[in-house]
C-alpha cells in the first residue's frame, strides 16, 4: 500500500534551516507529481510546493518562495523540503503528499503522510 512517511521535523529558532524528508514506498514514485502542505494550528491546509515526477520544474507558494526548496531522488524514493531563513510563521505541521493523476495543480492529493512538526520560536 501506499505509504508516505516524513522525517527531519523540530525546533529552531527564527533565522534557522531544517531538512525534511518524506520516504515514499508501495507505489512507482518515479512516476508522481509530489507535494509539500502545512497546517498550522486552527489553519487550514496551505499547499507550500510541488515538483514534477521527473524533477524538470518546481513551484512554491508565495508565502515560502526564496527560502525553502524543494528536490527529489528517485533512486531513493525520497523528496525533501530545505527551508531557510524560518519565521515564526512557518510553525506548522508538514504534510508530504502525492499528487492526484490529472489534477490541475500540485494541491490536489490523493495520499498523505502523518506529518512532522515544525516549530519556530525564540
Known amino acids: 500500500q501506499v505509504q508516505l512517511v516524513e522525517s527531519g521535523g523540530g525546533l529552531v529558532q527564527p533565522g534557522g534551516s531544517l531538512r525534511l524528508s518524506c520516504a515514499a514506498s508501495g507505489f512507482t514514485f518515479r512516476l508522481f507529481d509530489m507535494s509539500w502542505a502545512r497546517q498550522a494550528p486552527g489553519k487550514g491546509l496551505e499547499w507550500v510546493s510541488g515538483?514534477?515526477?521527473?524533477?524538470?520544474?518546481?513551484y512554491y507558494a508565495d508565502a515560502v518562495r526564496g527560502r525553502f526548496t524543494i528536490s527529489r531522488d528517485n533512486a531513493k524514493h525520497t523528496v525533501y523540503l530545505q527551508m531557510n531563513n524560518l519565521k515564526l510563521e512557518d510553525t506548522a505541521l508538514y504534510y508530504c503528499?502525492?499528487?492526484?493523476?490529472?489534477?490541475?495543480?500540485?494541491?490536489?492529493?490523493?495520499?498523505w503522510g502523518q506529518g512532522t512538526q515544525v516549530t519556530v520560536s525564540s
Open positions: 515538483i514534477y515526477s521527473d524533477a524538470s520544474d518546481t
Open positions: 503528499a502525492r499528487v492526484a493523476v490529472g489534477s490541475s495543480w500540485f494541491d490536489e492529493y490523493d495520499y
